[in-house]
Structure formats: structure tokens, C-alpha cells
């Protein structure tokens, strides 16, 4: 098993660096540049322009830059914003907290709400419930994040005053009710796509298992049926929703942006959407390349917990 | 079957039924605005975002500043003179100003702010006319001489009207330093309000400077919330947690509509234009006179922009006191165009489309891509260019592919670009008319984007720039509206409205083109 991990990071860096090659390529050979927003100023010369471009190095060519931020990352210096000048690590370590408690309370309403109705649906299959569930998670799938995000936020907050419309906290108040009060709502946006498709894969993978011959004998041995849920059924049909899971984590983290924007929550998406307008290179660049890691390694732990789950599976 | 009935109905019930408020709204003494984007500099000579300057504004001050009029008032100094041959000025300070740290402004502040404007290794984005500047002399704390290395009459706008920035914390630093100073995001100003919290993304709260050498602040603070989602920020303002709002044109007429506001409409030193890019039959004046008779502006004015737009003759805003007075708007004139391009040798080919010469009068349109009202009036142009035998197809792309270096300001040939300019409210338009701004390569940023070349506007530009009477000066730029008027180098569309949704219980604030009240007069109750 040590081997087989250690192979997989091997793996994960090689694929690291070519996305970080192919990344940085095609940021710096798109139209625009981090002066384009410069351009457009009538209050900022052709002269200022030139030695803008000089001073950010954007004068050479974009293998060359990429060699010297490739040779910064390696020495642990992620490099500085070319518009705000502040260490890239530092603005994207303030937007951690911020990121982490969305994400993980998204994570925490989807995985709470995902399983007993999966559970419930592959159970009661074809009852008026299943059909709602299915019904419900067709709907969810389809419905734009933006438009869900926007309604909730006119009802909830705009018509019937019970949750605050936007931001983090209010701007005196630091008490954890206040910051539950605005977690609400972007939670609920964010995790509704995942319940929708966790319930799913969960209800397909049980329905698989529940047809097995060895779930009969369970039930033919007079166990109970939570005990043979729990124990026989569960488990087995963990293996789809825990690949979907391993590959939505990081779109948890840096893919929030709607949410993000609509309710106004300083989380990292709207730190990299902002990067990517203003083709702020280095900013991007740490965003990519932490989507990536996670998506590595979101990926090597669904492998890793099948391992867990399935002892036929074993890795050398 | 019937409880879901039940709760069916209910929930729409819900759903139509008004709730009473009860939220109060903002605090009084606090004072809350939102922006789209994260302040990414709070150094003015650093930012490269409209939000920086929005924040920034708060916390420092120039030598003179504009007033709600256009009027030009003393701020930090006290008063001014020019020398007869415009090559010093001399400025006194006001007595008694304290940075918000308490050390006190003198004359080394302004010399300070010249080297940082004009420092090579510091990333600066704003420095204009501060090139035109020899030396400053500083005689004493209260006095400061600027030797100018020739006449320059914009040194008026551009320096005296910049912020100061203060010697004593920035000075020791070196540019590296300056670069990534925390005064980026936490600057030290003379100011009404200074910045007391910048939670990246979330908000920035500014707090009254109790050391302000003007009147004392009536706000306790300011809340500058960053809230990237325009339709968001209505819902903030309908909750009542805004005080101030600028509209989103989309959402003018329900805005309007919500209880307890007031709108303030003013006009944006914006204007919307259509570009001609001078490479073949757009190098005749007569083309681009005919163009400018078969542009339907009053039509776009009321049916795409709604009339939140106002007639546009030339590149000086209308209420402004240099706008020529006397220019009149061409008027939308088919059958003049027609005229025009038939006694500028084009006769009607096949398909009704203009020839000259063999050559065919192609005039491709393009505007940016996600920007409706752009694509509805380019739609609505390229309508009624058609009609008078011009041949244009029309493109909406994104900003970054219209003026990049694939784009077709560049590699196009007869090519109309439609999009707005930012101007201002002064006479800055040499790097739009003046033939040495005609950009040499793709990456040069030029302004003089369509080429016009004319010796006679060449020369009226330059010597507005040396006419420090301010009579003189005036005059010389109606000579150069009218000249704009006469050739065509652009068409103006219209300038662009804006209106901003005041809360009740704001007291004290208003908005014009040229700025807001002084914001220390603003109080909420």
C-alpha cells in the first residue's frame, strides 16, 4: 500500500507540472494581458503602460516567466500580485476561513441530507417518495445555481426578513449565530447540487446491491433490516457516490463562484474569477494549481477508500 | 392527497403576502456603500480598479479639488499663483493639517508625491503631467513651488487635483517596499475618513478622522461593502441595508418604484462613440460625414438606452465649461448621406451597395459581446447603414479580442468600433485626436486609435496645452469641438446617465458629474 501511494505521488507531480506548463501557456498567450485593463484608462500614458509592462516582466517571453515562477513555487515563494502587490500566499491564506466554513458546511448539508434520502429512496423504490426525490433532484440539476441563489435570496432575505441578504457577518456582530445566520443560504445553494447528485448515485448503487443474492440470505437469516442496511447493503454501495465525492471537493473550494458572488462571500472563487478578468498571472496560477492538488488528491483518496471499503480491492 | 393541497396553498399564500419590516435599516452615524470589485490598491498612484479610487477618495485630499459645480476650490492649499510665463506655480498651504497619524502636512508631502509619481520602480498607474514637473522648491513647511519644463495648462487637472501622499511613512521606504507596503491596503491620509478595517472582499470600514482640517465629519463611518453581484445589491438596497445604491440600468424603473428612496440622475463624463478606423474610404471626410447623418443617436437614445443617455456633440461634457455652446447635433438624415456620398463619387452597385473606384464601401461593425445595449444599437446602426448603400456586417466579441492585438483595431481595414470612453470632465483629449498618438505597433496602447491626422487640430491641441488663461483656453477648444464636429474622426452616440438610489434618512449627500457633496457633510439619521 506504501508503494502504491508513493507511486501515486510520483504520478500526481509529473501531471502537476504539465498542467502548471499548459496552464501558464495558454493564460499568457490569450488575448488581453494583465495591462489590458490599462489600456482602456485614458488617465494612464502609453509611457506608464510601457513601464508597467517592463516592470512586471511582461516584456519577456511567456516561457521564460514560466521558467522563473516555476523556479519561485520550487523555493516556496508563490510570487506577488501584479495588482495588488501582496504575496499571492498571503491573499489566498486570508480567504482560507472563509472558504473552508462554506465549504465545509456545504459538504457537511449534502452528506446529511444526501444519505438518509438515498437510503430512503432505494428502499421505498417507486413508492410517491422515490418519485419526488427523483422529480426533485431533476429539477435541481436543471435549475441555474445563479437563479436558485437569487430567488432564495429575494424571499428569504428581501420579502420575509429571516436571514440577512449578503456577506459574512453583520458589521459589528462576530458571535458564531450571526455568522450561522449568513452561512445559511449559500450553504443551501451550494449543497442542493450535491444532494441532488450524492442521492442519486447513492439510490443506484444501493438498488445494485439490494438485488444480490447475499442480502436475501440476510433477510432470510432473520436479521433486522436497519442491520442489514447498515451492515451488508451500505457499505457496499459506497464506491459510486464516494468517486463523485473525491471529485467534487475541489470544486467545493475554488469552483463557488455564483454562490460566492450573489451572496457576496469572501471566499477563494471570487479571488480567482477576479484573477482570471484581470489576468492577474501569479493570483491564477495558485488558483489552478490548487484546483489541481485537490483534484489529485480528492481522486487518490476515493482510491484509497475503496481499498477501505472493498477488501477485494487491493493495491501493490 | 389534501394536506399536500393544504400546504400547496399555504406556501403561495406565503409567497404573495407582504411582511412588515422589521429591520431598521442601517445604523445611524453609519453610512453604507457597496462596489463590484475588491479595492485592489488603496495608494492612488498604485490602483489600477475604479473600486480602489472609490475607497480612496475617502481618505485623501489634492491641493484643490472640484466641486458639485466644476468649480475648482481650495483644499489643501490655501490659495495659488501662476508666474506670467506659466513655468511656476506656487502654492501655500493651509495651516494646521494633520495626517491621520497625527504628523503634520508640509510642503515636503508635495514634493514627496512628485519623486513617487515619477519613481521608475515603483509600480505606478497614474502620473500624468507629473513628467511635465523640473523641480519643486520648498521654501518653507506651508510653500511649494512647482518648475514646470514648459507651459502646461492640464498640470492644473492633473497634479494640483491629485492626492497627496505622505513623506514621513512612504519616504524611507524603497520601491520594492513601496510596492507591497500594508499602506496599500491600510494608507495613512489627510482625509475625512481614514480606513480602519479592510476585510479582503467582505468590506472596508472607514472611520471620521477626528483630525480633519475641514468640518467635522457628521458620520461616525463609512461601510464600503464588496458585493460583486449587481441584482445583490438591489436586494441589499430593498432590505434597507444600503444607503446609497448606484442602479444597474436593468433595474432603473423597479428601483424607482421601491418606497422610501430618492433617485439622484446625473450625467457620466462617459460617452459612447463609434469609432472609424482611417485605413481606406474611412480617410474621407465626406464618408464619415455621410456615417455620422445616417446614425439613428435619437433613436438609441430613447428606445435602447430608455433615455438614460443625453445627446452628445463632441468629447467635452455638455454641463462643463469648455463645451462649445454652439455646436448642434447633425441631424438623422438619410437622404442627406446619400447625398453626401454621391457627390463624394460613390454610385449604387449590385445590391444596392456604394462603389467607388471598383472598390465597394465596407464598413464592418464591432462592439463588445455581453454589453446589451451595445449589440441592440450596433444592430440598429448597421440597420440603417445598409439602408443608405453602406455594406457592414456586424460582431460582438469580448473586450480583450476587440482591442487586443488580433483584434480588428489592428488588423482591420475600414473598421466602425462601437464602445464607451471615460473621459472626465477636463480637456484631456490630445492622445485622442493628436497624430503622434497614432499607435506604432500592436502592443502600443496609441488612443489615437483612428488614425485622424489633421496639422491644424495637431497644432490647436498643443497650444491648448501651453495656454494658461484660462479665457484663451477655452476658446482654442471650441476651435477643436468644432474641428471634432467638422471631420468626424469618431461619432458620438450619446453620454451615458447615471442613477444612484439614496436611501431616506440620508441627509447631505448629493451627486453631479463633477462629484458628490463634501462627504463630511453626509449624515443618516
Known sequence: MGSYVARRGVQAGVLLLLVSLVGYAIMSLAPGGPLAVYLHNPHVTPEKIDLLRHQLGL???????????????????????????????????????????????????????????????????????????????????????????????????????????????????????????????????????????????????????????????????????????????????????????????????????????????????????????????PVQMAGLMISATLLIVGNLMADLTYAALDPRIKYQ | MKPLIVAVVL???????????????????????????????????????????????????SLYTINLKGEWVPALAASHAVSPDGLAWTFKLRPGVRWSDGAPLTSADVKFTWQLATNKDVHITYATGFDKIASIDTPDPLTAVYHLKEPYAPFRDQVMGAALVPQHVLGPLTADQINRAPFNQKPVGTGPFSVSEFITDDHVTLAANPQYWGKRPKLQRIVVRIVPDENAQVNLMRAGDLSVLSIPAARLDEVKRMPNITIKRYLAPTYALVQLDEYEFLREAPVRQALDYATPKESIIRNIMKNQAEPAVSDLVPNGPYANKALRLRPYDLARARRVLREDGFTPGPGGVLYKGGKRLEVPLWTVSGRAYFVQAMQLIAQSWRSIGVYTETHAVSAAALFGQNGPQWNGKDEAL?????????????????????????????????????????????????????TKRRTIYNRIQELEFRDVPIIFLFWLVNNNAVAAGVQGYDVTTFNTTLPEEWSTR
Not at chain 1, 508563490?78 to 491573499?91: A, F, I, K
Not at chain 1, 413508492?127 to 437569487?150: C, K, Y
Not at chain 1, 436479521?223 to 451492515?231: G, I, K, N, S, T
Request: charged residues 15%; proline residues 6%.
Open chain 2, 418 to 470: 462601437i464602445f464607451t470612453w471615460g473621459q472626465g470632465v477636463f480637456p484631456e483629449n490630445k492622445i485622442n485626436w493628436h497624430s503622434s498618438f497614432i499607435p506604432k505597433d500592436a502592443n502600443s496602447p496609441g488612443e489615437n486609435d483612428e488614425r485622424y491626422t489633421n496639422p491644424e487640430m495637431d497644432r490647436l491641441l498643443e497650444d491648448a496645452d501651453r495656454t494658461v488663461d484660462e
Open chain 1, 59 to 281: 516584456d519577456q517571453p511567456w516561457y521564460l516567466r514560466y521558467a522563473s515562477w516555476l523556479k519561485g513555487l520550487v523555493s516556496g515563494q508563490w510570487g506577488y500580485s501584479y495588482y495588488t502587490g501582496r504575496p499571492v500566499l498571503e491573499m489566498v491564506g486570508e480567504r482560507l476561513p472563509a472558504t473552508f466554513t462554506l465549504m465545509l458546511s456545504a459538504l457537511s448539508l449534502a452528506i446529511a441530507l444526501s444519505f438518509p434520502l438515498g437510503v430512503l429512496a432505494a428502499t421505498h423504490k417507486y413508492s410517491w417518495g422515490d418519485n419526488l426525490l427523483s422529480f426533485g433532484s431533476f429539477f435541481v440539476w436543471a435549475m441555474p445555481t445563479f437563479w436558485f441563489g437569487l430567488m432564495l435570496q429575494m424571499a428569504l432575505a428581501v420579502r420575509w426578513h429571516l436571514l440577512p441578504v449578503a456577506g459574512m457577518h453583520e458589521i459589528d456582530n462576530r458571535s458564531v449565530g450571526d455568522l450561522l445566520r449568513h452561512l445559511t443560504m449559500p450553504a443551501m445553494v451550494l449543497g442542493i447540487g450535491s444532494i441532488a447528485s450524492w442521492s442519486r448515485y447513492l439510490r443506484s448503487g444501493m438498488l445494485e446491491v439490494l438485488g444480490q443474492d447475499y442480502v436475501r440470505t440476510a433477510y432470510a437469516k432473520g436479521l433486522p433490516a436497519y442491520r442489514v442496511m447498515h451492515r451488508h447493503v451500505l457499505r457496499n454501495s459506497l464506491i459510486p457516490i464516494v468517486t463523485i465525492m473525491g471529485l467534487d471537493l475541489h470544486v467545493l473550494f475554488s469552483g463557488a463562484v455564483i454562490t460566492e458572488s450573489i451572496f457576496a462571500w469572501p471566499g477563494m472563487g471570487r479571488l480567482f474569477l477576479a484573477a482570471l478578468n484581470n489576468r492577474d498571472y
Open chain 2, 11 to 61: 406556501v403561495s399564500l406565503l409567497l404573495v403576502l407582504p411582511v412588515p419590516r422589521s429591520v431598521a435599516g442601517t445604523a445611524p452615524g453609519t453610512f453604507v456603500m457597496a462596489i463590484t470589485d475588491n479595492p485592489d490598491n488603496l495608494n492612488p498612484y498604485l490602483a489600477g480598479l475604479a473600486a480602489s479610487s472609490t475607497v480612496s477618495r475617502f481618505t485623501f485630499d
